[in-house]
């Protein structure tokens, strides 16, 4: 990504150009409702992401939403003087096969987890919402009472269907999902309701 930005720098595409390309994405539908909805004092949203903190930080700004996110987990970005946007690795892992090597998604929620158990919120479930690969080892180490909501024809259901052994299986209950609707159907009848909540 970085040389992609360099290469459209020099292109000359500004950074309001930039700005306004990512405030223009639509969301996927439903999405907007579903966090509006999560606006609780019984949960909390965190985001995990292989984009970056200016595409994302640009976007939630756009919808208002800033405030509804209670951490955000990405690859830090800047704009330098002259415009141009550098995106730099969130970490460089090398512990995980399942993930890339600037993002393990399953080491940051656990590191999330803990840390707010260490502050005193502990969560009295998971529940995490993904589509691509990278989501893959976060769905492994969730537990029986959490609940993994998976996007129809996206990576991350192909590789929870293939269910290579060495990867072991997931125990969260799987839910499959187009849109945000989908997931706040099934949140809103049998899981906000049932009082098990959490973070995702």
């Given at each position: 990504?970085?040389?992609?930005f360099?290469?459209l720098?020099?292109e000359?595409?500004?950074q309001?150009?930039?700005?306004?390309?990512i405030?223009?994405?639509?969301e996927?539908?439903?999405?907007?409702?579903?966090?509006?909805?999560?606006?609780r004092?019984?949960?909390?949203?965190?985001?995990?992401?292989?984009?970056?903190?200016?595409?994302?930080s640009t976007?939630?700004?756009?919808?208002?939403?800033?405030?509804?996110i209670?951490?955000?987990?990405?690859?830090p970005?800047?704009?330098?003087?002259?415009?141009?946007?550098?995106?730099?690795?969130?970490?460089n892992?090398?512990?995980c096969?399942?993930?890339?090597?600037?993002?393990?998604?399953?080491?940051?929620?656990?590191?999330?987890?803990n840390?707010?158990?260490?502050?005193?919120?502990?969560?009295?479930?998971?529940?995490?919402?993904?589509d691509?690969?990278?989501?893959?080892?976060?769905?492994?180490?969730l537990s029986?009472g959490?609940?993994?909501?998976?996007?129809?024809?996206?990576?991350?259901?192909?590789?929870?269907?293939?269910?290579?052994?060495?990867h072991?299986?997931?125990?969260a209950?799987?839910?499959m999902?187009?849109?945000g609707?989908?997931?706040l159907?099934?949140i809103?009848?049998?899981?906000?309701k049932?009082?098990?909540?959490?973070?995702?």
């Amino acid at each position: 990504m970085e040389k992609i930005f360099e290469h459209l720098h020099h292109e000359g595409v500004t950074q309001n150009q930039i700005l306004e390309a990512i405030g223009n994405i639509p969301e996927v539908p439903g999405m907007l409702s579903l966090l509006q909805y999560l606006r609780r004092p019984d949960c909390e949203v965190i985001i995990l992401s292989d984009s970056n903190s200016v595409f994302i930080s640009t976007w939630l700004e756009k919808y208002h939403l800033l405030d509804a996110i209670k951490q955000v987990y990405t690859n830090p970005a800047h704009f330098d003087a002259s415009g141009q946007l550098h995106v730099n690795k969130f970490h460089n892992q090398n512990w995980c096969t399942l993930s890339s090597v600037n993002m393990c998604k399953g080491h940051i929620l656990d590191t999330h987890i803990n840390s707010r158990k260490a502050g005193g919120v502990i969560f009295t479930g998971i529940v995490y919402v993904g589509d691509g690969h990278n989501d893959f080892c976060p769905s492994l180490r969730l537990s029986a009472g959490d609940h993994v909501f998976v996007r129809y024809g996206f990576s991350l259901e192909k590789m929870i269907k293939d269910k290579s052994p060495e990867h072991g299986e997931v125990k969260a209950s799987i839910h499959m999902w187009r849109t945000g609707d989908d997931i706040l159907h099934v949140i809103k009848s049998s899981i906000i309701k049932d009082g098990n909540t959490g973070s995702g």
